[in-house]
C-alpha cells in the first residue's frame, strides 16, 4: 500500500507558475512510476504527466508539454509537478499517483491521492 498526499494547490493568475508536491509513504516508492492526473468541473479525469521509478522517463500530455515538469526525489519519497504559464483550462483538481507506465506512455494507476485544487483566473 502506498499513500499518497499532495500539496501546493491554490489560486493564482493566467501566466503563473505553481508547484505542486506529492509526498508518499507506505511500501517502497521508488518501485512505482509516479504521475500526475487532473479532473475540472465536468469533465473526466485526465493524464498530465508521469516519471518512471528511477526519474530517467517522463511523458506528457499535448497539454502539459512544454509548461510542466515532472520530477521525482525517491530518498525523500517525493515528487512535484512543476507548472509554468499557467492558463484558465489548467484549472483542475490535481492527483497524485504511484502505478506503471502504460505502451501508450500514460499512466496504470494503483494509488491515488485525494487531490489538490488549482485555480487559474484569467
Known amino acids: 500500500q502506498v499513500q499518497l498526499v499532495e500539496s501546493g494547490g491554490g489560486l493564482v493568475q493566467a501566466g503563473d507558475s505553481l508547484t505542486l508536491a506529492c509526498t508518499a509513504s507506505?511500501?517502497?516508492?521508488?518501485?512505482?512510476?509516479m504521475g500526475w492526473f487532473r479532473q475540472a468541473p465536468g469533465k473526466e479525469r485526465e493524464f498530465v504527466a508521469t516519471?518512471?521509478?528511477?526519474?530517467?522517463?517522463?511523458y506528457y500530455s499535448d497539454a502539459a508539454e512544454g509548461r510542466f515538469t515532472i520530477t521525482r526525489d525517491n530518498a525523500k519519497s517525493t515528487g512535484s509537478l512543476q507548472m509554468n504559464s499557467l492558463k484558465p483550462e489548467d484549472t483542475a483538481t490535481y492527483y497524485c499517483?504511484?502505478?506503471?507506465?502504460?505502451?501508450?506512455?500514460?499512466?496504470?494507476?494503483?494509488?491515488w491521492g485525494q487531490g489538490t485544487q488549482v485555480t487559474v483566473s484569467s
Open positions: 507506505g511500501r517502497a516508492f521508488s518501485h512505482y512510476a
Open positions: 499517483t504511484a502505478g506503471g507506465i502504460s505502451t501508450t506512455h500514460t499512466m496504470i494507476v494503483d494509488y
Open positions: 516519471i518512471s521509478n528511477t526519474g530517467q522517463t517522463t
